[in-house]
């Protein structure tokens, strides 16, 4: 098995060789090959994205990536951008749906944002659509005829792009507790109303699950005032990027929450997929060592049980984690003082 490991900007590189620790300690048969993305490609190759480390990606059976984002490129246009790597390669790779669990660890519920048994009964997937949405439409800044500037986004699903990942959330749901919430704004887009309909469409081939419906706005609320009524979310790219940076600080940082981006081979029975921490390069601690490595560790985790099948390995990844935090070792993100290597080094030491 080849694992392509793409760590890109900011606190990317940090964390991600503390994942690559955890992944040695484990002794896999796996192969590791290192590409480069984001800020760091443009640098060297002068594209976020270079063709090479596209093709080491499509020949890899599972890619692990950090994070992308250099405030240097901010003002590229925007297909030199670092973040066009992560769209490029969700896009290119067919990576459409995105898991991102977020789940209460004990000992944890004081870190919280939110009042400890509120978030004590947090254990939630929220499975957001990755390859459609506002973010592929057209977009452009134009002028009008007035010679105004306009910003231009346009937004649209297609009844199939909506389809596919209903059956991921359905699926997914049988597999929890048989509750699935499918979130949109369909009192007021279009685009939301035929999410709606194809959703139900979908529906009648599950009759085991309880589907239920939730705008946006009162996703965000809910998921505050009582996150412990969701299971499975299912929604769009845009709205599933929002909620589920909010349902990371309800669990009491976005730096332990990781994700998994899989394609219709995954889905079948093939192997790619994608997985990344949810968060952002962080230029704001980058280089200062004190990045939580969690989130990009039980990435890892994902990884191995998404991609490889291993089970085993994946759990004791996470247990690991669990562990460390319950000992009290945790990063300045949760109030603590360990930093980067010092997180790994407890995570590899309990593993
Ligand atoms: P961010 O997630 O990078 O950071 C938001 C805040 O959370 C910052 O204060 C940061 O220090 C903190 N944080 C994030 N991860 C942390 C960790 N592991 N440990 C401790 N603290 C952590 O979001 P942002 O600041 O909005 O974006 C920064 C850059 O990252 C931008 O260029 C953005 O486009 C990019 N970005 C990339 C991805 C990705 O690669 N998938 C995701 C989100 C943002
Ligand atoms: C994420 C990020 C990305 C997104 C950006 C960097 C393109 O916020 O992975 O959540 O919006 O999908
Ligand atoms: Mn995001």
Same mark, same amino acid.
């Given at each position: 098995m080849k694992i392509a490991c793409l760590p890109g900007d900011g606190i990317g590189p940090e964390i991600m060789a503390e994942a690559l620790r955890v992944l040695a300690a484990l002794e896999l048969p796996v192969e590791v090959v290192h590409g480069d993305v984001g800020g760091a490609a443009y640098h060297r190759h002068g594209h976020p994205l270079p063709p090479e480390t596209l093709a080491l990606a499509q020949g890899a059976d599972a890619l692990l990536f950090g994070a992308v984002g250099d405030p240097t490129c901010d003002n590229l246009e925007r297909h030199l951008r670092p973040e066009q790597a992560i769209l490029g390669l969700r896009s290119a790779l067919g990576l459409f749906a995105n898991l991102r669990p977020a789940k209460m660890f004990a000992g944890l519920e004081d870190l919280s944002a939110l009042r400890p048994e509120v978030a004590g009964a947090i254990d939630l997937l929220i499975i957001r659509e990755l390859n459609g949405d506002v973010y592929f439409g057209e977009k452009a800044i134009r002028r009008l005829d007035d010679g105004r500037r306009q910003g231009f986004d346009l937004m649209s699903y297609a009844e199939d792009e909506v389809r596919r990942i209903a059956h991921v959330g359905f699926r997914a749901a049988q597999g929890r507790s048989g509750k699935l919430c499918s979130v949109d704004k369909a009192n007021v887009l279009e685009t939301s109303q035929l999410w709606r309909d194809v959703v139900i469409e979908v529906a009648a081939e599950y009759p085991d699950v309880a589907l239920t419906h939730m705008y946006v706005d009162n996703a965000a609320m809910q998921l505050v005032r009582?996150? /412990?009524?969701?299971d499975v979310i299912v929604t769009g790219n845009l709205f599933g990027d929002i909620l589920s940076d909010q349902a990371s600080m309800c669990v009491g940082?976005?730096?332990l929450l990781a994700s998994a981006a899989l394609g219709e081979r995954q889905m079948a029975h093939g192997t790619l997929g994608l997985f990344e921490p949810i968060h952002g390069s962080a230029p704001d601690i980058a280089g200062t060592g004190r990045a939580n490595p969690m989130a990009m560790i039980l990435s890892l985790a994902m990884l191995l049980r998404h !991609?490889? /099948?291993?089970e085993d390995a994946a759990t004791r990844i996470e247990a690991a984690v669990a562990v460390t935090l319950a000992d009290g070792i945790k990063g300045g993100d949760l109030g /603590?003082? !360990? /930093?980067t290597v010092a997180i790994g080094d407890a995570v590899l030491a309990r593993l």
């Open positions: 009582d996150p /412990g009524q969701f940082s976005i730096g !991609a490889l /099948g291993q /603590g003082t !360990a /930093g």
